[in-house]
C-alpha cells in the first residue's frame, strides 16, 4: 500500500521546517532555565529534599544570585565540592543558605575539574540504563508493532501498579502512567511515592521506580519486555527527563510546542527546555512522542489535519538538533475523525498512511478517538475498533489503545482489559491488509492524502516567513495566541553569560553527530 | 470470610456497569429515571453515563455505579462436577475395574430443540476442544439419538435400551422452555419408575450444576463442558453406586 | 473493487449446476405433495378451519382418497363447486366429511370452468399485492444497500410488533418474524395470532397481517417502505408462500435443500415443494433468501466456503426453473470467520466479494456471525462491526445485522438498537471503501477466492457424477447423510396421474419465461 | 402513579445487562459467585453470560438479569432548569424590558482543572451545536477566565468585576475533584458575602440539577447542555429577582 504523493513537497517542507527552526535554536543556545539548571544538579547526584519538602535542587537554584545563575548551577557547584571536598548531594546542601558569594574564590578550572568525575558519573548511569534496556530487549523481546499502549491513572501508585501488571498480563506492551492534572504547572518535582492524584497520579522518581520494578518483574515472567513512560512536559521538562533516564523508563511524552499551545506556558521557556530535555532522551535510548493528537481534540480532525504534518515536520527538525535519530521520533497523531462523517474512514486511513510514508523510520504513535467518545460505551468500542484497524493498515509503531469508557473515567482495570482484546482481535484478524491493498490512484484517499501534503506545507511556508515565535503569538497554531514573554515560567529563563556552564551539554554533544541522520 | 466486591480502579469500589432499556420517552427527566431506578435497586454513586432515545416510546441508558453488596468467595460451593480431572483411560479403567461392564448412555437434545452441536460434542467420536467424545471410550456404549426428541419418546428409549446415563440438552431458553422440558423429562422418568436405575443429566448454555439439582438431576453441565468432565462424573458415580 | 477469477470455471459451474438439477425437474414435474395441494386451495380461497381448529385445507386433503389427490385437489374442490355453486370455502367444507365419492360425477372440464373465475381471482390478488409493493416502493424509497435486516422473536406477536416499529425507526429496512422452534415440523399452518412461541413466534396469516399493518404505518412515517419477511420452508413450505404472497410479504426464507439436511425432511418432499413455492414467489415479486449459512454454522468457515458456493449455484438453478429472476434470488452466505484466525477478515472479504462478482444482479443475503459469538458482548459487538465492513466493502444487499448479545438470547429491544447503531455506524464511515481499493494481484485474498471457487467447481462436478438425491443421501453436503425416502413427511408426495390439475402452475407459467434471465 | 421498569422483549421483564471485574482467579467458583454477588444485589434470573480470566487475580463477567425495582416516572422531578426554551432575542430582550442593564457573567474552569472546551461551548460567540455562545448576546458582558483557575482567583474577580453570574465548570471528577472544587468555591463565595448577589452555576458532564442544589448552587447543567439553555435560566432568574 503505496499512496503517490509529491516527493518534492516533502522535501520542501523539511526544508521549511530547518529554516523555523534555525532562529529558534540560535534563541536557545544563548539561554537556559532553572528546570535545566535543577535536572543538571539532580543529573549531578543532587536528590532528595531540603526544608519544607522542597526538592534540593529547587533550593540550590534558589539560592543562586541572578549572576551566578548565569553562569549555570553547575559551577557553583562545583566550587562548592572543590572547596570541601563533600559529595555533590552534600555540597548542595551546603549551598543552599549560604552567602551569596560563597565559594566565590574558587577558580572555575578548579569547580569543573571537581564536577568531573561526578558528570562522568552521571552520563554513565544514562549509559548503563539504556544497555541494560538493550540487553532486555534483546532475551526478552516484544511483540510485533503496533506496540499496545495503555494508560494507567488511578492516581494512587500502587493501584496503578496493579493495573499495570494486569495490563501486561492482557497483552500490553507500553504502559504509562497519566500525571495529575496539576502536575505540569508545579516548578518542581514532588518526591515520595504518591496516592492522591486527580485524573492521574504524580511523576515523582519513587514512583517511576516502583512502576520499574513492577514490569521488570512481569517483563521476566511473560517473556517480554514491557515499556515504560511518563510525561516530560510542563515546567520539570528537563528534570523529569533526567529522572527518566535514570529509571530506566522507555519512553517520554515531549513535544516542542506542546506546553506552549496546551498549558499556556512560556514559549522560551519551553523551546530551551525541550532541547535539553531531548539530549537526555537522545542518550538514554528513550523514544519520545509527540504530541500532535492535542490539535485534534479541541477542533476538527479534518480541518486540523495540516496544522498536524506541520507540527510533525517541526517537531521532527527540533528533535535532530536535540540529537535524537529517527527511531527515537515518535511523532504523535490520532483517529479523532467525526464518526459521523461519511468515508471518515477513508480520511483517517489517508492521514495515516501519509505520516507513515513521509516518517518511514519513525516509531509513529497514534492516539486514540476521545473527542466523539460518549457515554455509550458500545459505540465508543466500535469507534476503536475503526482506529484499530486504521492502525494495523498503515503500519503504525505505537497504538495507545482507546477506551470505551474514554468519555466516563480514567480506565477501570476491566475497560483495560476489553481495550487490549479490542486490539488484539482487531490486528490479527486484519494482520496484513495493508500489504494486500492498493488505493486506487485519484481516489478520495490517495486525493486527501496530497490535499493534507499541499495544506502542511503551506502552514511551513507561512510560518517560516513569520517567524516562530511570531507564528504562535498570531494564532498560528492551534487556534491559541501565546505572547513571547507570557505564560508560566517565564520568570525561570535567563541569559547565559560567558561564563556559562552546563556540563551535560557538553558531555552529551559527540553522542549527536553521530546519531542523528 | 473473605468478602469480595467488583473492582472498578480500586479495591473494593464497587464498581459496575450496568445497561438497559426504559419504555419511557427520552428527554433529560428519562435520565433522571434511570438514576433513580439504579438507585432504587440499591447502588450508589449512581452516573448516567449515557441516556438517549431507541425508538418512539423508548430509551437506552448505560449506567455506572457502586454497589454495596459483596460476596464471601470462601463460601461458594464448587460448582464442580468432575471430582477429580481423570483421563479417558483412567475412566475406562475406573469402569472396567468398578462397574464390570459398559455403562449405556443415552443422548438427545429434548423438546422442539434442534441444536445438536452440544450434545454432540459430548457425545461424538470427535469430542471438544482436544477432549474425545464418549463414542472413543472404550466403555461407554452411546446413542445419540439427535435432535427435536420428545421427553416421551426418549423415556421409552431408556426403559427399551436398558440406559444407565440419560444426558438432555436444551439449547433454547426463552420463556422458561428449557426448564419446562428438563422437567418434564425428570417426572416422566420418575413416573415410569425409571429414577433409581438411571443418572440424569442436564446441559446446555445455561446449565450449572446447582440448576440442576433445583430441577431433580443428578449433574448439570455448562458453558465450556468438555466430554471428559461428563465421562469422569458418569464412571464416578457408577462405580460407587456398586461400592455401596 | 475486482478479484481476477476464472470466468470459464464461472461458466462451467452454471452449466453443472443445470446438469445436477435436470433430473429432480424431472421428478418434480411428475409429483406433487400434501402442502402443494393445500397451497393451492388456500389461493382458492379455502380458509380458515374445521373441528379441532384444523385449517381447512389440511382436512380437505385429508379427506381426499389417494386416487383423488394423485389428480390435484383443485378438481375436486371444482366439481364440488361445478355442482353445488358454492364459494370455494363453503364447497370445501362440503368436502370434509363426505363420501370418497361424492362429487364424482362432475366432468372435469365442468369442474375446471367451475373454478377458472377463482383461479383468477387468486393470482390478480397475488399480482395485486405486488403492484401495491411497487407503488409503495416508489413512494416510500429503501435507503441504499446494504438493506439492514433484523428479527424479531419475542414470542409473542404484539411485542414482536413492538420490536418491529422501533427496529423501524432506528434504521431497520427488513424485519424478519423469527418462527417458533418447532413450527417447521408441523404439517399444517397453525391460526390466529400467537403469543406462546419459543425461540420466535409462530407464522400464521394473521400474525402476518398483524406486523404488515404495523409496518405499513411505520413506512408511511419514516417515508421509507419497510420490508417484512419469514420463512417458506419446513413441512408447510408453499403453504406459507401462499399466505406470504396474499399478505404481502416482500421476502422468504426459501432453500432448495435447508430442510433436507438442517431439519431431516424428506428430500422428494422439499424438492416439489420448492418449486411451487418459488413460482408462487416469482409473481408475487417476493425476494427468496437461500440458508447457505447453515453450512457454516456447525462446520468451519474456511473448510465449508466451497459447499457454500456449490450451493448457491444449485440454489440459482432451481430458482430460475420454478421461474425467479436474479433480482429476486437473496443467495446466503455467512461471516462465521473464526474471530482468531490470523488475516481471517481478509478471508471473509474474499469470500463476499466472490459472491458479489459470481452473482452480479443477485440481492445477496449476508449473515452475521453467530457461531464464534459467546457471552462477551463486547468482543461479539466488534466482530459484529468487521461484518458490517464486509458487507458494505462489498456491497452485498440483504444484510442480516448481528446482535452483540447473539449467545445469550434472542434479541432485546435494546440489542437491537446496539446493531442498528453498528451498522449504520460502520457503513457510513466507511460507505466507499470498496470503490477506493483494489487487491493485490496474487495476493491472500485473490488467492483465496480461486481456491474456493475451484472447491465448488470440484463439489458440484462430484454431485453432477452421483446425481444431486444421491449425494445428499452420501454425506456431500453438510455432512449429513439423508436417504431419498427416509426424513419428515415423505408420506405427504404423490405421483400425479394423468389428470393431474394444479391450476396455478398453469396460471403462472407464462410469466416464467418472460421473467428468467 | 406511573412506576416503569427496564425493558428486556416483554413489558416489565426487568431485564438489565451488567459488567464487573472481580479481583479473583477465574474459575467455575468465579461464574457462582458473579451469580451470587449480583443475587445479592437484588436481581432474580441471575445469568452469567460471560466470565473469564483477564489477569492474574481478576477476573471479568457480563451478567444478565431481572430486576424488581421500578421507578415512578410520574413522581419524576423535572430536572431541568430552563422553564421555557427562549431564543437569543427573546432571552435579550428580557434582560433589557426586566433588568435594565446588562449581566455581567464570568466563567472559568475551576482547579487544576484544563478542560475548556465545555465551559467554552457555553461561552464563545461560536456556541455549541448551532446555538450562540453568551458572548453573542447583547445584554451579557462575559468574562471568560480560562482553565486552572483557583477558587481564590475567581472569588477575588467576582467581587472586583461586580459580577452577576458565576459559571464554574468541573470535567475531571476523579475522586470526587469536581465535589471538592465545587464546595470550595461556594463555601468561600459565601464566606466573602457574595453569595447574595451572585447566581452560581456548576456545569460539566457529571453534574445534574439535583446535585448542583445540594451543593448550595442555582443551577447545575450537564451533558449536551447548550449556551441558551444557561442564558435563559440566567435572564429569568434576574428577571425574577427585579420582579420581587
Ligand atoms: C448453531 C446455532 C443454530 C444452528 C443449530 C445447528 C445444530 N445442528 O445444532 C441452527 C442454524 C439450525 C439454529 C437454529 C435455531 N436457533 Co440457534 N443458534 C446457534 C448458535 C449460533 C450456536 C449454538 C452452538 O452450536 N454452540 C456451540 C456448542 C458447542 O455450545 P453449547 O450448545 O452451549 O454446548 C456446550 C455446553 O452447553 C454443553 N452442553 C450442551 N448440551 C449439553 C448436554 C449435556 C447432557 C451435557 C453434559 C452438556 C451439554 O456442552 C457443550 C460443549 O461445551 C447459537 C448462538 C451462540 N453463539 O451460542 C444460536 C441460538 C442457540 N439459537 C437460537 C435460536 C432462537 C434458534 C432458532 C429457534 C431460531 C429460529 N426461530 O429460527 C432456530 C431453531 C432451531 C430449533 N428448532 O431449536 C437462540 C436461542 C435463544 C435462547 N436463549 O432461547 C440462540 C442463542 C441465538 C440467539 N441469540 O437468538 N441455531
Ligand atoms: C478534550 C479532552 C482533553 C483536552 C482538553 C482540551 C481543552 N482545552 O479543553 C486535553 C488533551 C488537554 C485533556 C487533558 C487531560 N484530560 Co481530558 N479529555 C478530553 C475529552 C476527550 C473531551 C472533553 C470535551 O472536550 N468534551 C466536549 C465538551 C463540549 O463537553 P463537556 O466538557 O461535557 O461540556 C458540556 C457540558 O458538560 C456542559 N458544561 C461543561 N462545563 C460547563 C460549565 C458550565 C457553567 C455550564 C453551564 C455547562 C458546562 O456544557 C458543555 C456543552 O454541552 C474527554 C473525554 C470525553 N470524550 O469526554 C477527556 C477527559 C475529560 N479527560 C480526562 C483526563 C483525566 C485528562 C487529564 C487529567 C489526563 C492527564 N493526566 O494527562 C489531562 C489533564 C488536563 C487537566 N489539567 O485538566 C478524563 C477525566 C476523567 C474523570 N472523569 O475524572 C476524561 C473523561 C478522559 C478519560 N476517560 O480519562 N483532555
Ligand atoms: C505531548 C504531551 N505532553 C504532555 C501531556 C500531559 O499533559 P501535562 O503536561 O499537563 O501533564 C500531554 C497530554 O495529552 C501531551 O500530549
Ligand atoms: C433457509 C432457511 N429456512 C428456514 C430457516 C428456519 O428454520 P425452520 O424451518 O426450522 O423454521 C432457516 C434458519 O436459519 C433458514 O436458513
Known amino acids: 500500500m503505496e499512496l503517490r504523493i509529491d516527493s518534492g513537497v516533502v522535501a520542501d517542507s523539511r526544508r521549511m521546517a530547518a529554516a523555523i527552526v534555525d532562529p529558534v535554536s540560535a534563541f536557545i543556545a544563548r539561554h537556559s532555565t532553572v528546570s535545566v539548571e535543577r535536572a543538571v544538579l539532580r543529573l549531578l547526584g543532587v536528590g532528595g529534599t531540603g526544608g519544607d519538602d522542597v526538592p534540593l535542587a529547587n533550593l540550590v537554584v534558589e539560592s543562586l544570585s541572578r549572576r551566578d545563575l548565569a553562569a549555570g548551577a553547575a559551577l557553583r557547584l562545583g566550587a562548592a565540592i572543590a572547596e570541601t571536598g563533600a559529595e555533590p548531594e552534600a555540597a548542595a546542601r551546603l549551598l543552599v543558605g549560604q552567602a551569596e558569594d560563597a565559594f566565590e574564590g574558587v577558580p572555575e578550572e578548579a569547580a569543573r575539574a571537581a564536577l568531573a568525575p561526578h558528570v562522568e558519573r552521571g552520563v554513565a548511569r544514562i549509559a548503563g540504563r539504556r544497555t541494560e534496556r538493550d540487553a532486555l530487549l534483546a532475551r526478552l523481546p516484544q511483540t510485533a508493532p503496533p506496540l499496545l499502549y495503555v494508560i494507567v491513572a488511578s492516581g494512587n501508585i500502587f493501584e496503578d501498579r496493579t493495573a499495570a501488571v494486569a495490563a501486561a498480563e492482557a497483552g500490553a506492551q507500553i504502559i504509562a502512567v497519566i500525571r495529575s492534572t496539576g502536575q505540569s504547572l508545579l516548578d518542581f518535582v514532588p518526591e515520595g511515592s504518591t496516592t492522591e492524584g486527580f485524573g492521574g497520579t504524580y511523576a515523582t522518581q519513587a514512583n517511576f521506580r516502583i512502576m ?33 533516564a535514570v529509571e530506566r523508563l522507555d519512553m517520554l511524552l515531549n513535544d516542542s510546542m506542546y506546553g506552549i499551545l496546551f498549558r499556556d506556558i512560556n514559549m522560551k521557556r519551553t523551546f530551551v527546555d525541550q532541547h535539553f530535555s531531548r539530549m537526555l532522551n537522545a542518550r538514554a535510548g528513550i523514544i519520545i512522542n509527540t504530541g500532535e493528537d492535542n490539535y485534534l481534540t479541541t477542533a476538527d480532525a479534518v480541518e486540523q489535519a495540516p496544522a498536524v504534518l506541520a507540527s510533525q515536520f517541526i517537531n521532527e527538525e527540533f528533535a535532530h538538533r536535540a540529537g535524537l535519530p529517527d527511531a527515537q521520533i515518535g511523532l504523535g497523531d490520532a483517529y479523532e475523525i467525526d464518526p459521523g462523517l461519511e468515508d471518515g474512514f477513508l480520511f483517517a486511513l ?116 513569520r517567524g516562530l515565535m511570531e507564528s504562535i503569538a498570531a494564532g498560528d497554531f492551534a487556534d491559541v495566541k501565546r505572547s513571547p514573554d507570557g505564560g508560566r515560567g517565564f520568570d525561570g529563563v535567563f541569559e547565559r553569560d560567558a561564563r556559562y556552564w552546563n556540563p551535560f551539554e557538553e558531555a552529551l554533544q559527540p553522542a549527536l553527530s553521530g546519531a542523528a541522520r | 470470610m473473605n468478602p469480595v466486591k467488583p473492582y472498578g480502579d480500586t479495591l473494593d469500589d464497587g464498581k459496575v456497569q450496568l445497561s438497559f432499556t426504559l419504555p419511557i420517552e427520552w428527554s433529560e427527566a428519562a435520565d433522571e429515571a434511570a438514576r433513580q431506578l439504579v438507585a432504587a435497586m440499591g447502588f450508589n454513586d449512581v452516573a448516567v453515563a449515557e441516556g438517549r432515545r431507541i425508538a418512539g416510546g423508548f430509551s437506552f441508558f448505560v449506567v455506572y455505579a457502586s454497589t454495596p453488596a459483596a460476596v464471601d468467595v470462601d463460601a461458594i460451593v464448587a460448582p464442580s462436577h468432575a471430582g477429580s480431572a481423570l483421563s479417558m483411560d483412567e475412566i475406562d479403567a475406573l469402569i472396567r475395574e468398578r462397574v464390570g461392564r459398559k455403562l449405556r448412555v443415552a443422548g438427545a437434545c429434548i423438546g422442539t430443540d434442534a441444536h445438536t452441536v452440544g450434545i454432540d460434542a459430548i457425545l461424538n467420536m470427535k469430542g471438544y476442544k482436544g477432549d474425545y467424545g464418549l463414542e472413543r471410550y472404550k466403555e461407554f456404549e452411546v446413542f445419540n439419538l439427535g435432535s427435536q426428541i420428545s421427553v416421551e419418546r426418549l423415556t421409552e428409549f431408556v426403559r427399551e435400551e436398558a440406559i444407565d446415563a440419560v444426558l438432555a440438552s436444551q439449547v433454547v431458553t426463552q420463556k422458561g422452555s428449557d426448564i419446562a422440558n428438563f422437567t418434564a423429562l425428570a417426572e416422566l422418568i420418575e413416573a415410569e419408575g425409571l429414577r433409581e436405575r438411571v443418572l440424569l443429566i442436564a446441559g446446555g448454555p445455561r446449565m450449572t450444576n446447582l440448576l440442576a439439582a433445583e430441577l431433580g438431576y443428578d449433574a448439570g453441565f455448562g458453558r465450556g463442558t468438555v466430554p471428559s468432565d461428563v465421562a469422569a462424573f458418569v464412571a464416578q458415580r457408577f462405580a460407587e453406586r456398586v461400592a455401596v
Open chain 1, 212 to 244: 520499574r520494578e513492577a514490569l521488570d518483574e512481569v517483563s521476566e515472567r511473560l517473556g517480554r519486555y514491557v515499556m515504560l513512560t511518563n510525561y516530560a512536559s510542563g515546567l520539570c521538562m528537563p528534570e523529569i527527563a533526567a529522572l527518566a
Open chain 1, 350 to 465: 489517508a492521514q495515516a498512511q501519509l505520516a507513515r510514508q513521509i516518517f518511514p523510520q519513525a516509531p509513529l504513535k497514534y492516539m486514540p478517538p476521545t473527542k466523539h467518545m460518549t457515554g455509550d460505551i458500545f459505540k465508543g468500542h466500535l469507534i476503536d475498533a475503526l482506529f484499530n484497524l486504521t492502525s494495523v493498515t498503515t503500519k503504525q509503531t505505537i497504538h495507545l489503545c482507546g477506551m470505551l469508557t474514554e468519555a466516563i473515567h480514567t480506565p477501570f482495570l476491566g475497560d483495560r482489559a476489553l481495550a487490549l482484546e479490542n486490539a488484539r482481535y482487531v490486528m490479527n484478524t486484519a494482520r496484513h491488509l495493508g500489504d494486500e491493498i492498493e488505493f486506487r490512484s485519484g481516489g478520495i484517499v490517495e486525493r486527501r492524502a496530497q490535499e493534507v501534503l499541499r495544506g502542511a506545507h503551506a502552514v511551513l511556508e507561512r510560518v517560516a516567513q
